[in-house]
């Protein structure tokens, strides 16, 4: 089976130092959602590797070179799970997670290392962590991981979700509306996830750029409005009742009862 390593460069393993190669198969069959990573990584091309295969599939992702940067966002930012490197300059991983957890910051840590060590794992679990992957692996194994840790952080456990007769699978990232399928690109699946896990709540174009796009987002732009317009086309479109409605002044809807 084809390896495909997304770089900047060439589609190679040999871009990447050896024991920073991933695995990259099949990864476009895992299916994360609205879901908002924290990646604290110092090597940039495996970094970039990294970013393209997760924002493939779907998840919003911000990214810190060190672990003082990466410190600093964790605690600026709302998110799903942070993916954590152990050998980093300014600050290790180590030393960043347990400086999270006394911070009281919660959010689930899967920590990425080349130490393959037992003791270096019990070391990073004593500190706070909730997962440990070792490189090189399969981006399959660190989405299925990924995708466990934020369910198990979750309140519902179920990966499909219907309400309003509109059904939404998670794991395969379909949704029917009374049947018919409905087709949607991956912004559109994580924008549509986002909405049925926050019904008759008013979500905020802030809100949304959180959770759906990552910090290079561009507040001024149109992007989400655009974004909700071509959803509404294929949610909506030939039902007698709109389940996206805008709340004029304050932002989006997901509800059945019109406003």
């Not at 692996?137 to 952080?153: K, P, T, V």
């Not at 309400?163 to 794991?171: A, C, E, F, I, P």
């Not at 409905?182 to 049925?196: H, S, V």
């Not at 389940?243 to 989006?252: A, E, F, K, N, W």
Request: proline residues 4%.
């Amino acid at each position: 089976m084809k390896k495909l390593i997304p770089s900047p460069g060439p589609r190679s393993s040999a871009n990447l130092p050896k024991n920073k190669q991933l695995d990259l198969i099949g990864a476009e069959h895992y299916l994360a959602g609205s879901m908002r990573v924290l990646l604290i990584e110092d090597d940039r091309k495996f970094s970039a590797a990294l970013l393209k295969s997760l924002r493939a599939a779907s998840f919003a992702v911000d990214a810190a070179a060190d672990g003082m940067s990466g410190e600093e966002t964790a605690f600026s930012n709302d998110y799903d799970v942070i993916i954590l490197d152990v050998i980093m300059p300014r600050q290790d991983g180590w030393q960043t997670c347990r400086n999270l957890r006394k911070s009281g910051v919660q959010t689930p840590i899967l920590m990425l290392t080349a130490l393959d060590d037992v003791q270096d794992k019990i070391k990073g679990l004593d500190f706070g962590a909730d997962d440990y992957l070792t490189k090189p692996f399969n981006i399959d194994e660190l989405i299925a991981r990924l995708r466990s840790l934020i369910r198990r952080n979750s309140v519902s456990k179920s990966t499909q979700i219907d309400l309003y007769g509109l059904s939404l699978d998670q794991k395969t990232r379909s949704a029917r509306r009374e049947g018919r399928e409905i087709r949607l690109t991956a912004k559109e699946y994580a924008l549509l996830e986002y909405f049925m896990l926050n019904p008759e709540t008013v979500l905020s174009r802030e809100q949304i750029s959180e959770h759906v796009w990552d910090m290079n987002f561009e507040p001024r732009s149109n992007v989400i409005e655009a974004s909700v317009k071509y959803l509404r086309q294929k949610i909506d479109k030939g039902f007698d009742k709109p389940l996206i409605l805008t709340v004029r002044g304050s932002g989006y809807m997901f509800s059945e009862h019109e406003q």
